[in-house]
């Protein structure tokens, strides 16, 4: 059974950044792309980027000058940075494989807050 | 960005009775593969997204039957044959055609 599981600080402070772990279990990191998504606390969902199995990377224009996807194949992880954030980039973040058809495993999520 | 919008946002509805969800997109969904990459959501309180359906119609390993998904192009629906207390939560379409991703803003189911 693949499970997902994300890891980082749960407080930033403001203009610093913001980095996270997913960690991949039960199956192989290589074989899948993988992607990052976000909900600010009562609202919806955002779509942050993913990360091809060929290592190419795609982020959503609204994020793209500030975030990085990486994936670390040695450790069956992926990873998110988000530079320069605000109170706006309060969320709880997802990690999930899967791109176009939505992502068949989603990590349990984890809140990050944005304060000083 | 393609705009998706779902109806009802808030559904109650009476144990054992159906439900039905409809999602709009402001784009054809269909990608140059020919797949329609129209995709729902289940978020039952305190836990992630569960996907239900994948590309409309396709329901996802471990979902129940009285789950379905149809449409084409632009609309889409989502149907509950009977309504369970375990499909309380909020249920969000999402296309994964055109980049980047969008999710609609997410139907709240509840019990009457």
């Known amino acids: 059974q693949v499970q997902l599981q994300e890891s980082g600080p749960g407080l930033v402070k403001p203009s610093e950044t913001l980095s996270l772990t997913c960690t991949v279990s039960?199956?192989?990191?290589?074989?899948?792309?993988w992607s990052w998504i976000r909900q600010p606390p009562g609202k919806g969902l955002e779509w942050i980027g993913y990360?091809?199995?060929?290592?190419?990377?795609n982020y959503n224009p609204s994020l793209k000058s500030r975030v990085t996807i990486s994936v670390d194949t040695s450790k069956n992880q992926f990873s998110l940075k988000l530079n320069s954030v605000t109170a706006a980039d309060t969320a709880v973040y997802y990690c999930?494989?899967?791109?176009?058809?939505?992502?068949?495993?989603w990590g349990q999520g984890t809140l990050v807050t944005v304060s000083s | 960005d393609v705009v998706m919008t779902q109806s009802p946002l808030s559904l109650p509805v009476t144990l054992g009775q159906p439900a039905s969800i409809s999602c709009r997109s402001s784009?054809?969904?269909?990608?140059?593969?020919?797949?329609?990459?129209l995709n729902w959501f289940q978020q039952r309180p305190g836990q992630s997204p569960r996907r239900l359906i994948y590309?409309?119609?396709n329901r996802d390993s471990g979902v129940p039957d009285r789950f379905s998904g149809s449409g084409s192009g632009t609309d889409f629906t989502l149907k509950i044959s009977r309504v369970e207390a375990e499909d309380v939560g909020v249920y969000y379409c999402?296309?994964?055609?055109?980049?980047?991703?969008?999710f609609g803003p997410g139907t709240k189911v509840d019990i009457k």
């Open positions: 039960g199956g192989s990191i290589s074989s899948y792309s």
């Open positions: 999930a494989r899967g791109l176009g058809s939505g992502g068949d495993y």
């Open positions: 590309r409309v119609s």
């Open positions: 999402m296309q994964g055609t055109h980049w980047p991703f969008t």
């Open positions: 990360i091809y199995n060929s290592g190419s990377t």
């Open positions: 784009q054809s969904l269909v990608y140059s593969d020919g797949n329609t990459y």
